[in-house]
């Protein structure tokens, strides 16, 4: 069956950094783009990052552009997201899903989703 897990997370200070992995299975890991997402206590579930099964390109929110980095182990069907200087407004549930190839701008994040993972909860400290 299709399967996308996120992991990783836990309790850092803020400026500190964490890496998030997102293992996938079940599926042709080159025929999709995998996006990150978070939900925010109290907020919506937000686009993060994508990355592009095509050509590798990637994208970002704003809010963590420079900070976060999406990098790929195609060997072993695996996404990262790198987190970087955390701050306190970073705190959420992360997830990975999967995305139809084509749609991976910010912009058109969540257009082109047809699965979902299980998230992993970041918590940033003061």
């Known amino acids: 069956e299709v399967q996308l897990q996120a992991s990783g997370g836990g309790l850092v200070q803020a400026g500190g950094s964490l890496r998030l992995s997102c293992a996938t299975s079940?599926?042709?890991?080159?025929?999709?783009?995998i996006g990150w997402f978070r939900e925010a206590p109290g907020k919506e579930r937000e686009g993060v990052g994508c990355?592009?099964?095509?050509?590798?390109?990637?994208d970002y929110a704003d809010s963590v552009m420079g900070r976060f980095t999406i990098s790929s182990h195609n060997a072993k069907n695996t996404v990262y997201l790198q987190m970087n200087n955390l701050k306190p407004e970073d705190t959420a549930v992360y997830y990975c899903?999967?995305?139809?190839?084509?749609?991976?701008?910010?912009?058109?994040?969540?257009?082109?989703?047809?699965?979902w993972g299980k998230g992993t909860l970041v918590t940033v400290s003061s």
């Open positions: 079940g599926f042709s890991f080159d025929d999709y783009d």
């Open positions: 990355m592009s099964s095509s050509d590798g390109t990637t």
């Open positions: 899903g999967r995305k139809i190839q084509g749609y991976c701008t910010i912009a058109n994040i969540f257009w082109g989703m047809d699965r």
